[in-house]
Nanobody, 127 residues
Framework: EVQLVTSGGGSVQAGGSLRLSCTAS????????MTWFRKAPGKEREGVAC????????EIADYVNGRFTVSRVNAKNTVYLQMDSLQPEDTAMYYC????????????????????WGKGTLVTVSS
């Protein structure tokens, strides 16, 4: 079966950094754009960042732009989210999702079209 295993979460102080990893199995990784979402208690799920199949395009949410970077290594079936200058409002469960596409250079931050979801990893940022 398809699995998206997410890791790298933890607790950091404001201004710190974390790198999240999401490794996929059971699918052809290069057929999927990948998107990171987050969900904080009492808040709606929101798209954070996404990356196209061939690493040619990324979309970064405005509220993390300049602090977060998304990348992928297709040979490792892995997508990363590098989070720098973390702030308390970044505290959330972070999820990766796989979005099957036929195009090479697009991705979306909307959850509606995702095919598979990981179980997430918790990021806690203290002030």
């Amino acid at each position: 079966e398809v699995q998206l295993v997410t890791s790298g979460g933890g607790s950091v102080q404001a201004g710190g950094s974390l790198r999240l990893s999401c490794t996929a199995s059971g699918l052809v990784f290069v057929d999927y754009a990948m998107t990171w979402f987050r969900k904080a208690p009492g808040k709606e799920r929101e798209g954070v960042a996404c990356i196209s199949r061939w690493n040619s395009r990324t979309e970064i949410a405005d509220y993390v732009n300049g602090r977060f970077t998304v990348s992928r290594v297709n040979a490792k079936n892995t997508v990363y989210l590098q989070m720098d200058s973390l702030q308390p409002e970044d505290t959330a469960m972070y999820y990766c999702a796989a979005d099957r596409r036929t195009t090479n250079s697009d991705c979306v931050l909307s959850p509606n079209d995702m095919n598979y979801w990981g179980k997430g990893t918790l990021v806690t940022v203290s002030s």
